[in-house]
């Protein structure tokens, strides 16, 4: 038996809404409709999910995709034990049966014969065939499929298929307004709100180098990280180096235009 409990979300996560997204997810999951969050990393999207998982009262499943995942990693395997074989059922398998909500973060990292064992489950089907076990899963009322693509690092190699792309509604986030992420940095990490907005506009800075020497610009997601070291004590030209400008470029000049920009506020 599965305890379904270990997937819900007891407690509210903190997200502070950008736009209309709760309640487009909302319609969407009424509609049972797939879902693709689209935008830059550390931008928001998986703590969205979690909200909604939580708002809805759902259950949520997150696989992290990487290039090396396989089909059966997503949908389950024989496993061997003493006892002889035994099935295990993947991630995915166990979302459709207990009507979870699954997140499938960074879908595009993996395989391209990976993603498509998720389309029977995208469309009014709604199935999931488990060919090695010759079992045909009927997916749970309750069940939703969410993806997270990142289009930035989108290239010939890397893109969702038309046919996957076409089976989800899409919501695009981005980095949030400077007001509301100098909020949510001073609400994720306790400091005060002056420090949060000189740590905002730094990562304004860097994201205007985003296709100037830099893949990305710096997320949300570091700059709550500075925010707690901060709140560690440490002092914030230290922080910013540790946790905005070196882990994101290796690139001598841009990391000193970066840290030029960051003595220039603290
Ligand atoms: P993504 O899934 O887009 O890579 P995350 O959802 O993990 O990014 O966001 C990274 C971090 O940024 C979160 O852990 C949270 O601290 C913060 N964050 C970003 N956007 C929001 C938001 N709208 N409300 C609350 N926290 C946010």
């Given at each position: 038996?599965?305890?379904?409990?270990?997937?819900?979300?007891?407690?509210?996560?903190?997200?502070?809404?950008?736009?209309?997204?709760?309640?487009?997810?909302?319609?969407?999951?009424?509609?049972?409709?797939?879902?693709?969050?689209?935008?830059?990393?550390?931008?928001?999207?998986?703590?969205?999910?979690?909200?909604?998982?939580?708002?809805?009262?759902?259950?949520?499943?997150?696989?992290?995709?990487?290039?090396?995942?396989?089909a059966?990693?997503?949908v389950?395997?024989?496993?061997?034990?003493?006892?002889?074989?035994?099935?295990?059922?993947?991630?995915?398998t166990?979302?459709a049966?207990?009507?979870?909500?699954?997140?499938?973060?960074?879908?595009?990292?993996?395989?391209?014969?990976?993603?498509?064992v998720?389309h029977p489950l995208?469309?009014?089907r709604?199935t999931l065939p488990l060919d090695k076990k010759g079992e045909l899963i009927e997916?749970?009322?309750?069940?939703?499929?969410?993806?997270?693509?990142?289009?930035?690092?989108?290239?010939?190699?890397?893109?969702?298929?038309?046919?996957?792309?076409?089976?989800?509604?899409?919501?695009?986030?981005?980095?949030?307004?400077?007001?509301?992420?100098?909020?949510?940095?001073?609400?994720?990490?306790?400091?005060?709100?002056?420090?949060?907005?000189?740590?905002?506009?730094?990562?304004?800075?860097?994201?205007?180098?985003?296709?100037?020497?830099?893949?990305?610009?710096?997320?949300?997601?570091?700059?709550?990280?500075?925010?707690?070291?901060?709140?560690?004590?440490?002092?914030?030209?230290?922080?910013?180096?540790?946790?905005?400008?070196?882990?994101?470029?290796?690139?001598?000049?841009?990391?000193?235009?970066?840290?030029?920009?960051?003595?220039?506020?603290?």
């Amino acid at each position: 038996m599965i305890d379904i409990e270990q997937y819900r979300i007891s407690q509210a996560p903190y997200y502070r809404a950008q736009g209309e997204e709760i309640a487009l997810y909302e319609a969407a999951y009424a509609a049972r409709l797939p879902v693709m969050l689209k935008g830059p990393t550390g931008c928001g999207k998986s703590r969205f999910v979690e909200y909604m998982a939580w708002k809805l009262g759902k259950p949520l499943i997150t696989v992290a995709c990487n290039e090396d995942m396989t089909a059966s990693d997503l949908v389950g395997r024989y496993l061997l034990d003493k006892d002889g074989t035994r099935w295990q059922d993947g991630p995915l398998t166990l979302a459709a049966r207990i009507g979870a909500i699954c997140y499938l973060d960074e879908v595009v990292e993996a395989r391209k014969d990976t993603t498509v064992v998720i389309h029977p489950l995208t469309d009014y089907r709604r199935t999931l065939p488990l060919d090695k076990k010759g079992e045909l899963i009927e997916a749970h009322a309750d069940f939703q499929l969410v993806i997270s693509f990142n289009p930035g690092y989108q290239t010939l190699m890397k893109d969702l298929k038309q046919s996957t792309k076409q089976r989800f509604a899409a919501l695009e986030f981005d980095y949030a307004d400077a007001e509301t992420e100098q909020a949510i940095v001073t609400k994720e990490t306790g400091i005060d709100s002056d420090t949060a907005a000189k740590l905002v506009q730094i990562a304004h800075r860097a994201r205007k180098l985003k296709g100037h020497g830099l893949e990305e610009g710096i997320s949300t997601r570091l700059l709550v990280y500075a925010g707690q070291l901060i709140g560690q004590n440490i002092a914030p030209r230290a922080a910013c180096r540790m946790a905005l400008s070196r882990p994101i470029t290796d690139d001598a000049d841009i990391r000193d235009t970066l840290e030029h920009a960051i003595d220039s506020y603290f």
